[in-house]
Nanobody, 126 residues
Framework: EVQLVESGGGLVQAGGSLRLSCAAS????????IGWFRQAPGKEREGVSC????????YYTDSVKGRFTISSDGAKNTVYLQMNSLKPEDTAIYYC???????????????????WGQGTQVTVSS
């Protein structure tokens, strides 16, 4: 059974940093794409970043490019999302998701991922 557990969320001031973790179990980590999504109050869930663990390919949505970095640690079966220069508009529940596939170069779509974590809250104060 695929299990994903996010952690690392919290409250931070604008300009600050947080590192989210997505601990994965129940599947062969290297065969999967891992995506990070977020959902702000009253808004739809949106794709933020994706990594194809096998070849290290990464994708970022425009709003986080240059500020967020996705990485993976195969020994720990964990994917990280380092978030720097945080803005109030980054406030959301952040979810990681997994699918036995590769990241698309065109975006991070909810429809492409079948397994989801429970989410972790990120709040950025102004």
């Amino acid at each position: 059974e695929v299990q994903l557990v996010e952690s690392g969320g919290g409250l931070v001031q604008a300009g600050g940093s947080l590192r989210l973790s997505c601990a994965a179990s129940g599947f062969t980590f290297d065969d999967y794409a891992i995506g990070w999504f977020r959902q702000a109050p009253g808004k739809e869930r949106e794709g933020v970043s994706c990594t194809s663990v096998n070849d290290g390919y990464t994708y970022y949505t425009d709003s986080v490019k240059g500020r967020f970095t996705i990485s993976s640690d195969g020994a720990k079966n964990t994917v990280y999302l380092q978030m720097n220069s945080l803005k109030p508009e980054d406030t959301a529940i952040y979810y990681c998701a997994a699918e036995k596939s590769y990241c698309s170069g065109y975006g991070v779509s909810i429809a492409d991922f079948g397994s989801w974590g429970q989410g972790t809250q990120v709040t950025v104060s102004s």
